[in-house]
């Protein structure tokens, strides 16, 4: 085994502050037909609207955040997160037609996966092993001209799932699938998979009441080169009303079922909850190779997908 990255915290040292820095942003892309005024009115809605802007409020674990279970590795993990310390946006448009404008949004987030561990089952103290990460996650979102609106003109009318993670990812999710009640939404293809806000007809984001009574199934499939079972998440807010603001919720999906097609692995993985958060949020799903968490020195390989939703 490489050289292992040892930190030893003591009882003060287990809260780990969080560093997050302000959100930069960069206007690239085609000629379009819009003006420098008009760009930026719709940079502003992008900036306005949570379902752009919300994605550190379900993945930033404010450092080793999820549990584990027990683990048959050189390392033991109890615990791992993200802490976040840095976003960036940017944004590109391409013109479709006299009256619409795609603009893609490129968010990347980096910082710091902290897993807290043991090198050996005899070992009566935790070692915090640190890795660094950068996550690239791509929306896309569709802004309809209307020359006789007074004020805003580019009306954000529709938007695209999210594809995201880490550069050269060693496992692939393929379809992910929400279910709420009797709806379900199938995700093949994130970027090309556009959900209609307001009643301008299609299919349109989700929608769900702010109470405990709604079930919500999320199904994700994997594929990987490797054996040993990958690890894969579900990201989604949830209101601290202690605390009296918006914290992650990070939880292990269940592997539901396994094929294997020579060298490579299809899994399905699933979570249920219920209890949402008002206002405009996504939910996430994440698939990390093994190592990334079970091995103090590979690198943290992950992708990243995530479904816009609604609750009034």
């Known amino acids: 085994m490489s050289k292992r990255l040892l930190l030893k915290l003591g009882g003060a040292s287990l809260v780990l502050a969080l560093l ?5 942003n960069s206007l690239n892309g085609p000629e379009v037909d819009l003006t420098d005024a008009e760009k930026q009115e719709i940079i502003q809605s992008i900036e306005s609207d949570p379902l752009f802007t919300s994605d550190r409020n379900s993945l ?6 999820m549990t584990m279970g027990k683990t048959e590795t050189p390392i033991y993990p109890r615990a791992w997160g993200r802490r976040i310390t840095e976003v960036t946006r940017d944004v590109t448009f391409e013109q479709l037609n006299d009256t619409t404008v795609l603009a893609t949004i490129t968010t990347t987030i980096s910082g710091t996966v902290i897993i807290r561990a043991k090198y050996s089952l005899s070992d009566t103290l935790l070692t915090t092993i640190t890795k660094p990460f950068t996550e690239v996650l791509t929306r896309k979102a569709k802004f309809y001209k209307n020359p006789l609106a007074v004020g805003r003109r580019w009306l954000h009318r529709e938007v695209s799932a999210v594809k995201g993670g880490t550069d050269g990812s ?5 379809q ?8 379900t939404l199938t995700i093949d293809n994130p970027l090309n998979y556009f959900l209609k806000l307001g009643k301008f007809g299609g299919r349109e984001v989700p929608e769900l009441p702010s109470s405990f009574l709604q079930n919500i199934t999320v199904q994700v499939t994997v594929t990987s080169a490797d054996p040993d079972t990958d690890i894969v998440t579900l990201h989604r807010p ?3 009303m202690m605390a009296g ?3 992650p919720l990070s939880v292990r999906m269940t592997m539901i079922s396994q094929t294997q097609n020579g060298s490579s692995y299809t899994r399905v993985y699933e979570k249920s909850w219920t209890g949402v958060v008002i206002g405009r949020h996504h939910v996430f799903v994440g698939a990390l190779t ?4 079970f091995d103090d020195v590979a690198a943290f390989s992950s992708q990243l997908w995530g479904i ?3 609750v009034n």
Not at 20 to 24: D, E, L
Not at 170 to 174: A, R
Not at 290 to 293: A, E, H, L, R
Request: net charge negative; with cysteine; glycine share 10%.
């Open 20 to 24: 997050v820095s302000g959100c930069q």
């Open 60 to 65: 930033d674990d404010d450092g080793a955040g």
């Open 170 to 174: 060693l496992v692939i999710i393929n």
């Open 176 to 183: 992910v699938r929400a279910i709420v009640g009797t709806d």
């Open 238 to 240: 949830y209101f601290a």
């Open 245 to 247: 603001m918006f914290r």
């Open 290 to 293: 093994k190592s990334s968490i």
């Open 308 to 310: 816009p939703y609604i």
